[in-house]
């Protein structure tokens, strides 16, 4: 059964810093992996999609690495502000459909 | 694009109660999941419908049922509401390949259930 963990479990940081959040999954046949972002009381927007085949994807502020066999994924946010303050959430995609399983989230706080 | 729509956006029912919760996904895709979101368990996978099948089922009591119509639109019912039941419930949809691949999830607002 797939796990996933997220560590840290919140974060506060003054604006401007760069900042990673990281995410760790227990099985390693995967199809990709999303990292998304919750705002309070709201749903989910998606940030990045990473394919099990690839390395790493950018937006704008956000570069998302995947490396499958560790078990592992980073979420680089570079210039934080404090409209980036919500919860980013990694999920794993399994390879037989799309359920995606998730880990409990970060919950970010960036402070003028 | 209009993006993924949820209906009703807040409900409040009693126990034993059943309810019916809507979900349209983006025009065009065909797979359509759904799941809930608590703080005790964070967010869980319900199940997964495409082509008016359902292909994928979390680890959910048979209380939880949905389908899945021609248009791709999505319900989800819920019968004989129990307390626990009180949750985020949050519809997503995605482009699905014939080959099983699937693309980027796009999620709606969600429907805040309460149980009284």
């Known amino acids: 059964k797939q796990e996933v963990t997220q560590i840290p479990a919140a974060l506060s940081v003054p604006e401007g810093e760069n900042l990673v959040l990281n995410c760790s999954f227990t099985?390693?046949?995967?199809?990709?992996l999303q990292w998304f972002r919750q705002d309070p009381g709201k749903g989910l927007t998606s940030l990045l999609l990473?394919?099990?085949?690839?390395r790493e994807q950018t937006s704008g502020r956000l570069n998302a690495s995947l490396d499958k066999s560790s078990g592992r994924s980073t979420l680089y946010i570079a210039a934080s502000q404090p409209g980036d303050s919500a919860t980013y959430l990694c999920?794993?995609?399994?390879?037989?459909?799309?359920?995606?399983?998730f880990g409990e989230g970060t919950q970010l706080t960036v402070n003028p | 694009k209009a993006g993924v729509t949820q209906t009703p956006r807040y409900l409040i029912k009693t126990r034993g109660q059943q309810v019916t919760l809507s979900c349209s996904p983006i025009?065009?895709?065909?797979?359509v999941s759904w799941y809930q979101q608590t703080p005790g368990q964070g967010l869980q996978f319900l199940f997964e419908?495409?082509?008016?099948?359902q292909r994928n089922k979390g680890n959910f009591p048979g209380r939880f049922s949905g389908r899945q119509f021609s248009n791709s639109r999505s319900e989800m019912n819920v019968s004989t509401l129990e307390l626990g039941d009180s949750a985020l419930y949050l519809c997503?949809?995605?482009?699905?390949w014939g080959s099983g691949g699937y693309n980027e999830q796009f999620f709606g607002p969600g429907t805040r259930l309460t149980v009284l």
């Open positions: 997503a949809s995605s482009l699905a």
């Open positions: 099985d390693s046949a995967i199809y990709n």
């Open positions: 990473i394919q099990s085949s690839q």
């Open positions: 999920a794993v995609g399994e390879t037989s459909g799309s359920r995606l399983t």
């Open positions: 025009s065009g895709h065909r797979s």
């Open positions: 419908y495409f082509s008016e099948t």
